[in-house]
């Protein structure tokens, strides 16, 4: 079943993933380095460690 909101989307529900490709996701060092770079500008920083920590 496809969602409303992407019903009308060219391709959406049609393509389904078995595997993750490695290249297309950081490694837990490169992660751990955004999340610490993000963490330190300041207040707003801070918020957007969580918005990063799940993409």
């Known amino acids: 079943m496809v969602p409303a909101a992407a019903q009308g ?3 959406a ?10 290249g297309s996701v950081v ?3 490169q992660g751990r380095m955004l999340l610490d770079a ?3 500008r300041g207040a707003r920083g801070k918020r957007l460690v ?3 920590a799940l993409i």
């Open 9 to 11: 989307v060219a391709g």
């Open 13 to 22: 529900g049609e393509h389904e993933v078995s595997q993750v490709d490695p």
């Open 27 to 29: 490694n837990p060092i």
């Open 38 to 40: 993000v963490r330190s």
């Open 50 to 52: 969580a918005f990063f």
